[in-house]
């Protein structure tokens, strides 16, 4: 039997870069005092400010306790404030507050020095050829997953 050469398949090369990328964050965010999880929260605030923590949790995919735990560092770093909901007194939301500015800056950097890297040798076609593909799959992927979204919601 002839062995499959899985450096060709679609799910294990994404899932390998985004592993290396994200290793490769980790070892660079360390150096300024970051972690990628708390890049990821500064993110998703950055993109879409005033969400829950269970929301935040579900998007990021990790527990409530563990997004509770960081926040609550978050908060006491100035980084971030919860505020309460408007119509939900048990909900506490969450903004990015300008000390964070200086975090997403640094996140960045990191970010954009590791595309180079890993983009390195490909010409700004490619580059830019690879983007859109990706964007394509995602959106695949993503109009794939919104039913199962909208069924949970109704149950």
Known sequence: MKKTDFTQRFGFLVNDVARLYSRRF??????????????RVIGALYIKDGQSQ?????QLELTPMAIARMTDRMESAGWIRREPHPDDRRVKLL???????????????IGDGIQA??????????????????????????????PAENAADED
């Open 54 to 58: 269970v929301a935040l949790a579900e």
């Open 117 to 146: 890297e890993a983009l390195a040798g490909l010409s700004s076609a490619e580059t830019n050829q690879l983007i859109t593909l990706l964007q394509k799959a995602r959106a695949n992927l993503a109009q794939l997953d919104r």
């Open 26 to 39: 980790d070892q660079l965010a360390r150096q300024v005092h970051l972690s990628r999880a708390q890049c």
């Open 95 to 109: 903004y990015l507050n300008a000390e964070a500015e200086g975090a997403l800056q640094k996140a960045m950097a």
